[in-house]
T-cell receptor, first 112, second 114 residues
Framework: QQQVKQSPQSLIVQKGGISIINCAYE??????FPWYQQFPGKGPALLIA?????SEKKEGRFTISFNKSAKQFSLHIMDSQPGDSATYFC???????????FGAGTRLTVKP | ETGVTQSPTHLIKTRGQQVTLRCSSQ?????VSWYQQALGQGPQFIFQ???????GRGNFPPRFSGLQFPNYSSELNVNALELDDSALYLC?????????????FGPGTRLTVT
């Protein structure tokens, strides 16, 4: 059922560094691409989302880059902080649908 | 404004049994989506309820069923439990059925089938 491939599986970054997580999708009908952050014992929480009519969206330290022709999108976390340590999921869906497809997740550890 | 709550937090069942999981949606939300999250994996869409009607279903067998009540809370029922049903079950509520409406997830119910 997974139509969204996410990499890397885990990532270790030093405090202040840039964290980059990549996702690739197959279904060209997808037109909504959110990223979720999940802390242990909690459900995922929406971090930032993008539609394919723009190539980049920035909110604070978080940026989504989107490449429609390559069917890829990525999350960049600038100035990574220990509090950013969590599991990050990319997802994709069709706006008129109701089925959100998630990647397998990336466990990010930011070392102080 | 209260967030999405789920009960119970943890549950242990035996293969072949039936289980009911509950979700209280955020105030004002009319849509609840249920997901199964296996260990180390992303959530997988089970189904969605919009204004008390099933509004889409993922690739799950009929032994996974649900309900949504007039107050928009919801139940997930799983019959004839199998070992592979062991997972974290998440519900998410939203203001509308489309994915572009932000989904607010509960903390999940951890189901273990032995």
């Amino acid at each position: 059922q997974q139509q969204v491939k996410q990499s890397p599986q885990s990532l270790i970054v030093q405090k202040g560094g840039i964290s980059i997580i990549n996702c690739a999708y197959e279904n060209t009908a997808f037109d909504y691409f959110p990223w979720y952050q999940q802390f242990p014992g909690k459900g995922p929480a929406l971090l930032i989302a993008i539609r394919p009519d723009v190539s980049e969206k920035k909110e604070g330290r978080f940026t989504i880059s989107f490449n429609k022709s390559a069917k890829q999108f990525s999350l960049h976390i600038m100035d990574s902080q220990p509090g950013d340590s969590a599991t990050y999921f990319c997802a994709a869906s069709i706006s008129e649908g109701n089925d959100m497809r998630f990647g397998a997740g990336t466990r990010l550890t930011v070392k102080p | 404004e209260t967030g999405v709550t789920q009960s119970p937090t943890h549950l242990i069942k035996t293969r072949g049994q039936q289980v009911t999981l509950r979700c209280s949606s955020q105030s004002g939300h009319n849509t609840v989506s249920w997901y199964q999250q296996a260990l180390g994996q992303g959530p997988q869409f089970i189904f969605q309820y919009y204004r008390e009607e099933e509004n889409g279903r993922g690739n799950f067998p009929p032994r996974f069923s649900g309900l949504q009540f007039p107050n928009y809370s919801s139940e997930l029922n799983v019959n004839a439990l199998e070992l592979d049903d062991s997972a974290l079950y998440l519900c998410a509520s939203s203001l509308g059925a489309q994915p572009s409406y932000e989904q607010y997830f509960g903390p999940g119910t951890r189901l273990t089938v032995t």
